[in-house]
């Protein structure tokens, strides 16, 4: 789930940005519009795009409580073994 919020959150913000009308830029350069002018198809895209990740950052927060759960509860290697030293 976090995978598919790092990339379709970004493709979400592509499209409102293309719905509106406006320069979509990325590192210096701008992408083209995926899809035509519609400032209310934008309006749309853009209530599920700040819904979704609304949702990503509770899912981050879970993710978080769970590897802290597997540490302190559960008293496993889990934490530890995602730590890049030992």
């Known amino acids: 789930a976090l995978y598919l919020l790092m ?4 493709l979400a913000g592509w499209l409102i940005l293309s719905a509106a009308d406006k320069p979509v830029p990325f590192y ?7 899809i035509g002018p519609d ?11 700040e819904r979704v990740a609304t949702w990503g950052y509770w899912l981050i927060g879970l993710h978080a409580l769970a590897g802290l759960y597997h540490h302190y509860v559960q008293r496993d290697n889990t934490l530890l073994r995602m730590l890049p030293y030992k």
């Open 7 to 10: 990339i379709g959150l970004p």
């Open 28 to 34: 210096g350069l701008e992408l083209p519009h995926l």
């Open 39 to 49: 400032p209310d198809q934008a309006k749309f895209i853009k209530g599920w795009h």
